[in-house]
């Protein structure tokens, strides 16, 4: 397969290859505390390997995608505590992907797609979304590879609250780079005492709440890794490459 890296091309190559029809992916990932066994680089891993492995099943598919070097710095705030995270402010990254948009709509291509592997990137890219679309007329979208909390069944039962460093987010570093995983320094930081709210929760609850890592132990895990398994994440990852081209799918053909 030709390389679909942006990086690797030309500039006069790039300007007669892209067409308005290509879409551009940029993953955007972060370097911060993922508790004692997982790596710094743990959100960075999954928006880069992943978003490449669903840019390649896109291109088999028929689909003109292409793929920028990922964002590893990004808004990491609520790890601030913890030695090793490197963030940026929410003002210097909305200002770090304008200008990546801006650049991007120098080129023949008109639709740019983040491919996020940090939750904390979520609200500021919704925003970037309209801004890049009111100041350039990019096609602009957001996704990233589903990470489900563990439910009892399919891993631990997190109560809904496996977000960060738990089943599933191990598992998929664990199939990805076992090496960087020590699951021996694991252990459950589920808060309990919340289960029982139904508005106001992490995911999908009707009421958002504010909140850093440590706010629910000193870890700054909120999930239960115990039960990861390279399979578990072998299986996380083949599901996020199938979702990921068919967002792409669609994607490809929305119109406004």
Do not use: C
């Not at 491919?115 to 602009?140: C, K, P, S």
């Amino acid at each position: 397969m030709t390389s679909r890296e942006w990086a690797e091309l030309s500039g006069p190559a790039l300007a007669s290859t892209l067409t308005e029809d290509s879409i551009i992916v940029l993953p955007t990932g972060a370097i911060e505390h993922h508790g004692p066994h997982l790596p710094l680089k743990t959100d960075l891993l999954t928006a880069d390997l992943v978003g490449h492995l669903v840019v390649d099943a896109a291109v088999a598919a028929g689909l003109d995608v292409w793929i920028l070097p990922p964002l590893a710095f990004t808004k990491s705030n609520e790890h601030h505590w913890a030695p090793g995270t490197v963030w940026l402010g929410w003002e210097t990254l909305m200002r770090t992907v304008m200008d990546i948009g801006r650049s991007v709509a120098n080129t023949p291509a008109k639709t740019l797609v983040f491919y996020n592997g940090h939750g904390g990137n979520i609200a500021l890219l919704q925003v970037a979304l309209r801004e890049l679309h009111v100041e350039f007329g990019l096609r602009t979208f957001l996704m990233g590879a589903p990470m489900p909390a563990g439910d009892g069944v399919n891993g631990p039962d997190e109560l809904g609250f496996g977000i960060h460093g738990g089943h599933s987010e191990t598992s998929v570093i664990m199939h990805l780079r076992p090496d960087l995983v020590d699951l021996s320094l694991a252990s459950r930081a589920v808060p309990d005492h919340l289960a029982d709210f139904e508005l106001v929760k992490f995911n999908g609850g009707a009421v958002s709440f504010g909140w850093q890592s440590n706010d629910f132990g000193p870890s700054g895990v909120i999930g239960d890794p115990t039960g990861a398994s390279a399979a578990a994440g072998a299986v996380f990852v083949e599901n996020a490459v199938t979702h990921g081209v068919a967002a792409l799918t669609e994607i490809s053909r929305f119109n406004r």
